[in-house]
């Protein structure tokens, strides 16, 4: 039997938020989420999507004084019994910014957050040549 092999290589946060999802042919409002990385989202409890599906995505986050909307354009990467994981793919500044911190104050170890930002800035500037 094969070895189960984790492509993963991003730090993941259990983090709840609520996000909306808007695919070509279907939208959802208010989705819990269930982890969270520099790269994507895991959404549970949905189904019906394929791999490589495109969504614009709205993740809601409640603070004290006001809402904070982070808008990103993500990519079905994985489908499974529990729901589907979502690889952001276009995010404007401001919300990258958001997802930075809540990763980063989430995550039990900043200083290898601080290398996979790095990784994540030089893999985005080497695309976008």
Do not use: W
Not at 36 to 58: A, R, T
Not at 88 to 112: A, M, Q, R, W
């Amino acid at each position: 039997m094969g070895k189960l092999v984790n492509k993963r290589h991003n730090t993941r946060v259990p983090f709840q938020a609520t996000v909306d999802l808007v695919f070509a042919d279907r939208a959802y409002d208010n989705l819990e989420t269930g982890n969270l990385s520099m790269k994507g989202v895991f959404v549970p409890n949905i189904s019906g999507h394929q791999v490589g599906e495109c969504c614009d995505m709205v993740l809601h986050l409640s603070g004290t004084s006001s809402d904070v909307l982070v808008k990103m354009k993500g990519k079905v990467v994985r489908v499974d019994d529990g729901g589907i994981g979502l690889g952001f793919y276009e995010i404007d500044l401001d919300s990258f910014y958001h997802l930075k911190n809540i990763v980063y104050y989430n995550s039990g170890n900043p200083d290898v957050l601080e290398d996979e930002f790095l990784d994540f800035v030089k893999e985005s500037v080497t695309e976008d040549d």
